[in-house]
C-alpha cells in the first residue's frame, strides 16, 4: 500500500511541476506584454492518511494559479493616474494660453493704451487737424482689436477643451461597457470563485481598462466576492456586475463659452469629476481660460467705461440731429439702473445744450438723475419726459428698447455736458466705444465714419479742446471703479497672476509625475516578469520533475522485486 502511495505522490508531483512549468512558460512568454501582471502556482500539501500508528502526506497539490498584484498600490496608482491626467491636460492648455498671451502681452496691451492716449493729446494740441481725429479713432480701433484677438484665442482654447469633452463621454461608455462585458466571462470562467484560479488574461484586459478610465475619470473600482468588479466615480456606479450606466453630454444653459457637462443618462444628474482628464477639460475650460476670460473682459469693461463716460460729456466738431443709446432697456417704468443689464447709473445731473442755427440761439438744460434706492428714482419714462420738456428736442424709447434723442427741425442740434450721473455712457448715448466685453468691444461706427464726431471740446461743438485731454489721460490714471488702479495696471496685473498660475500647475505636475513614477515602479516590481526569477523557478521545477520521476523508479522496481518474491 505505501509503494503505491509513493507512486501514485510522486506522480501527483509531476503533474503539479509539469503546471508550474507551464506558469512559468507563460510568464516568460508575455514578459514584454503591456498590461500583464505575473502569474504563480499556489501549491499546498495534500491531507494526510493514517497508516497505523503514523499519519503519511500525500504530496502535493495544486490550490490555484493566481496573479501576483497589490490591490491597494493599483487603487493607489489609478488615483494618481487620474490626478496625473488631470494636471497633463491642464498644462497643455495653459501652453495655449501662454501662446496666447504672449501674442497679445501686458505689455502690448501698454503699448495699444498708450499710442491711443498718444494720439488723443496730438488731437488736444492741433484739434482742427483731421487727419489726428482720423489717427486717433484708428488708434482706438487697434485697441479694441488687439482684445478682440486675444479674447478669440482664449475662447479656441476654452472651445478646445470643450469639444474633447464629448470625444471622452464617448470613451468612458466604451470602456464601462467593455468592463461589464468582462465581468461577467470572468464570473462564468472562474466560477464565481468557486475555484481558487484567475482568468489571468482576462482580467489583465479588465485591468487595462481601469487604467484607461481612471486616466479619463477618477474612480473606485472593488472586486467583488464572485470576481466582478464594481466601479464608482464621484459615489455613483459606472459598472457593477454585468451592467453599466451610460453618461452623456449636455450644454448649460448660461454658462461660459457654451460650456457642456458630463451627466448620467438615467438620471441626467452631474457625473462627480474629482480628477482625471474630464476635470482636466474642466479646469482648463472654466480655470484658466475662463477665469482670464472674465478678467479679460472686466479689464474691457473698465476701458469702455472709462472712456465713455469721458466721451459722452464732450461735443464733437458740429452738434448731433439725431442719437440713439446703445443699452436695450427691459422695462421702462423701472428705476434708470435697474432698467437694464450693466447700467451704473448714479444720482447726479447732465446738461443738454440746444442750438438754432436759424437764430443763433443756445440753451443749456440740467437734467436730474434721481437714483437713491425710493420709489422717486428716475425711470427711463421720466428722463423721456424731461428731454422732452427741452424745446427743440423729442425723445422715446424705440422698438427695441433704445433711448432716441432727435431734433424737431434742421436747423436744431444738440450737445451733451457734464454728466455727473453716469446715465449717457451707461445707456450708450454719446460714447466712443460699444460692447461690453473684450470679444465685442468696438469703436462706434459713425466715429469711424465722421471723425468730426471724435467728442473733443466740453464748452460746446467746435470750441476748446479739453475733453481731449481728459481722453488721453482716462486710460492712465488711476481709477476710483478700480480701487485706484489704472486700466494698464488692471490688466498687468491679470496677465502677472495668470502667468503665476500656470507656473504652479507645473510645479504640480512635475511631483505628479515623480509620484506616479515611483507607485509605478512599486508595482511593476510586484506584477511584473523577471526573466532571472522564472529562470530560477524553471529549474526548481525541472528538478522536482526529475526527482518525482526516480521516486517513482525506485518505487516501481522494489514493487517489481516485491512480486517476485511472492
Do not use: C, W
Not at 484665442?153 to 462585458?181: F, M, P, W, Y
Not at 425710493?374 to 419714462?381: C, I, P
Not at 428736442?393 to 434723442?405: E, P, Y
Request: glycine share 10%.
Amino acid at each position: 500500500m505505501s509503494l503505491f502511495g509513493a507512486i501514485q505522490g510522486s506522480a501527483n508531483a509531476l503533474s503539479v511541476n509539469q503546471l508550474g512549468l507551464q506558469v512559468v512558460s507563460n510568464n516568460i512568454a508575455n514578459a514584454a506584454t503591456p498590461g500583464y501582471i505575473r502569474q504563480e502556482l499556489i501549491q499546498a500539501p495534500s491531507g494526510g492518511v493514517r497508516v497505523g500508528g503514523s499519519i503519511l502526506g500525500q504530496g502535493v497539490e495544486v490550490v490555484g494559479v493566481q496573479q501576483k498584484v497589490d490591490n491597494f498600490v493599483l487603487q493607489q496608482l489609478r488615483d494618481v493616474q487620474g490626478k496625473r491626467a488631470q494636471s497633463q491636460t491642464l498644462q497643455e492648455a495653459n501652453g495655449q494660453l501662454e501662446t496666447a498671451l504672449s501674442a497679445f502681452s501686458d505689455t502690448d496691451f501698454a503699448n495699444a493704451l498708450s499710442t491711443f492716449s498718444n494720439a488723443l493729446q496730438d488731437v488736444a494740441n492741433q484739434p482742427g487737424d483731421a487727419a489726428l481725429r482720423s489717427l486717433a479713432i484708428q488708434r482706438g480701433v487697434q485697441l479694441a482689436t488687439g482684445l478682440n484677438g486675444l479674447a478669440a484665442q482664449v475662447q479656441e482654447v476654452a472651445g478646445t477643451a470643450n469639444s474633447q469633452i464629448t470625444d471622452v463621454t464617448k470613451d468612458i461608455n466604451r470602456l464601462t461597457s467593455s468592463i461589464a462585458a468582462l465581468n461577467k466571462r470572468i464570473v462564468e470562467l472562474e466560477g464565481g470563485k468557486s475555484t481558487n484560479s484567475d482568468a489571468g488574461a482576462l482580467r489583465d484586459e479588465r485591468n487595462k481598462a481601469l487604467d484607461a478610465l481612471s486616466s479619463l475619470v477618477s474612480i473606485e473600482a472593488f472586486e467583488q466576492q464572485s470576481g466582478a468588479v464594481t466601479v464608482l466615480v464621484g459615489g455613483d456606479y459606472l459598472v457593477a456586475d454585468g451592467l453599466h450606466r451610460e453618461v452623456k453630454t449636455v450644454n448649460v444653459e448660461g454658462a461660459l463659452l457654451g460650456a457642456q457637462e458630463v451627466r448620467l443618462a438615467d438620471t441626467d444628474a452631474p457625473l462627480g469629476v474629482i480628477g482625471g482628464k474630464l476635470k482636466g477639460l474642466y479646469d482648463a475650460r472654466d480655470g484658466a481660460s475662463g477665469k482670464f476670460l472674465n478678467g479679460l473682459n472686466a479689464v474691457a469693461r473698465n476701458v469702455i467705461s472709462e472712456v465713455n463716460r469721458v466721451h459722452s460729456q464732450g461735443q464733437g466738431a458740429s452738434g448731433f440731429r439725431e442719437v440713439i443709446g446703445d443699452a436695450v432697456i427691459s422695462d421702462a417704468t423701472k428705476s434708470l439702473e435697474l432698467s437694464g443689464n450693466n447700467l451704473d447709473i448714479e444720482n447726479g445731473i447732465f446738461t443738454i445744450r440746444v442750438s438754432d442755427a436759424q437764430s443763433g440761439e443756445s440753451k443749456s438744460y440740467d437734467i436730474q438723475i434721481r437714483q437713491n434706492g425710493q420709489n422717486s428714482d428716475t425711470t427711463v419714462v421720466d428722463l423721456v419726459s424731461q428731454l422732452n420738456a427741452v424745446g427743440g428736442i423729442q425723445a422715446s424709447v424705440s422698438n427695441d428698447g433704445r433711448l432716441q434723442i432727435r431734433s424737431s427741425s434742421e436747423g436744431i442740434k444738440f450737445s451733451f455736458s457734464n454728466d455727473t450721473s453716469g446715465v449717457l455712457s451707461s445707456l450708450g448715448i454719446n460714447t466712443f466705444f460699444t460692447g461690453d466685453s473684450a470679444q465685442n468691444i468696438a469703436v462706434r461706427s459713425d466715429i469711424i465714419k465722421d471723425p468730426t464726431l471724435l467728442a473733443i471740446s466740453l464748452d460746446g461743438p467746435g470750441q476748446g479742446n479739453a475733453n481731449a485731454i481728459r481722453l488721453a489721460e482716462s486710460l492712465s490714471k488711476p481709477s476710483s471703479k478700480l480701487n485706484g488702479v489704472s486700466v494698464a495696471d488692471s490688466y498687468k496685473t491679470l496677465v502677472t497672476e495668470t502667468s503665476q498660475s500656470i507656473n504652479s500647475q507645473q510645479s504640480i505636475s512635475d511631483g505628479l509625475n515623480n509620484f506616479y513614477q515611483t507607485l509605478n515602479a512599486k508595482h511593476l516590481g510586484l506584477t511584473g516578469v523577471s526573466l532571472d526569477e522564472e529562470g530560477i523557478k524553471m529549474l526548481l521545477y525541472q528538478r522536482a520533475f526529475q526527482a518525482s520521476s526516480r521516486v517513482i523508479a525506485t518505487a516501481n522496481e522494489m514493487l517489481n522485486t516485491l512480486m517476485q518474491i511472492v
